[in-house]
């Protein structure tokens, strides 16, 4: 089982190709450096601020105070779990990815670009960085601690144990969409709370927790909800309260 996780895996989102192209939609990205992680383990922990946007900043300071659902364990554990480091900082990314993470020898690290995030709304920006975060320490989960994260996401150990050629980024996706979507929506309500934001119908956040998500394909969803979702997302990645429908070939 090691072997396979440290191979060098190249994720991309499970969003469509025409997804991923339409201007706006945030793309992230996962990649696994097995040369820079084989140098040296991790040698200390928690969630490392290495962010100059000052708004930046101030989103992920309060995204670390959530204390409720799996998100504010997932924090918990971070902050008090030997060698789960999780470092954010900036940098540039190509068209249409807003956020990259890889795990090296120094733990789980992300890149997210600013420049994606001049529109965005606060929101929009803490639900980025809390999908990000997710990604980061499920990574982090089975590399350190294989034993009990098999226990606690049996999905992913048999997505993974069952492929010859298995695809990270979808398993942590599928996983993410079978049991964390409503934990996503509690850390997006929690967030609004302690921010001082409008808080919004509770359907609002569930709306946002498919940021980053393969929401187009999934049977049991409307086109109407796939409509409402699109919105959502991005009336707060561009800042703007219009409703358009979504592009032809997205439904």
Do not use: C
């Amino acid at each position: 089982m090691y072997t396979k996780i440290l191979l060098l895996v190249v994720f991309s989102l499970v969003l469509s190709a025409a997804l991923a192209s339409y201007k706006g939609v945030i793309v992230e990205s996962v990649y696994f450096d097995e040369l820079a992680y084989a140098k040296a383990p991790a040698k200390n922990w928690g969630i490392k601020d290495e962010l100059r946007d000052k708004n930046l900043m101030s989103v992920l300071a309060n995204i670390v105070k959530l204390k409720k659902g799996k998100i504010g364990e997932i924090i918990h554990n971070f902050q008090n779990t030997s060698r789960f480091k999780w470092i954010i900082r900036e940098g540039a990314l190509p068209d249409n990815v807003n956020a990259q993470i890889q795990a090296t020898s120094e733990g789980a690290s992300t890149i997210v670009d600013l420049e994606k995030f001049q529109d965005g709304t606060d929101l929009s920006v803490a639900r980025t960085i809390i999908h990000e975060m997710v990604h980061a320490y499920l990574t982090l989960y089975f590399l350190y601690d294989h034993t009990h994260a098999k226990i606690d996401y049996p999905g992913i150990y048999s997505a993974w144990s069952s492929s010859m050629d298995p695809d990270y980024n979808k398993i942590q996706h599928d996983e993410i969409e079978r049991s964390l979507m409503d934990d996503i929506a509690i850390a997006l309500a929690e967030y609004s709370a302690i921010t001082g934001l409008l808080l919004m119908d509770d359907y609002v956040y569930k709306d946002l927790a498919w940021g980053g998500l393969d929401y187009i394909s999934r049977s049991d969803l409307t086109p109407d909800m796939k409509e409402r979702i699109y919105n959502r997302l991005m009336a707060e990645q561009l800042n703007k309260r219009s409703k358009t429908e979504i592009p032809v070939g997205f439904r």
